[in-house]
C-alpha cells in the first residue's frame, strides 16, 4: 500500500515521528480548525492538527473520511 498521500503523525505510544495514520478520520474543532484521528495499524491511537488545505486534500485524496 502507498503511504505517501497518508496523513503522518507522532505516536505518543512508540514515541515515533511521521507515522502513517491509517483509518484518519477528519473533524472540526470547536474554535474552527481541523483535527485528525486514527490508528497507526498496530492499534495505537493517534491524532493530529491540520491546516485547512492538509485536511480537505487528505478527504480528497480518499485517505481521510470527513466528519463535520
Known amino acids: 500500500m502507498d503511504t505517501s498521500k497518508f496523513i503522518k503523525a ?38 493530529a492538527i491540520l491546516g485547512e488545505s492538509k485536511a480537505l486534500q487528505a478527504i480528497a485524496d480518499g485517505v481521510a473520511k470527513q466528519d463535520f
Open 10 to 47: 507522532y505516536c505518543l505510544k512508540t514515541k515515533e515521528k511521521d507515522v502513517p495514520m491509517h483509518n484518519a478520520v477528519i473533524s472540526k474543532t470547536s474554535k474552527g480548525g481541523y483535527i485528525a484521528k486514527g490508528d497507526d495499524g498496530k492499534g495505537n491511537k493517534m491524532s
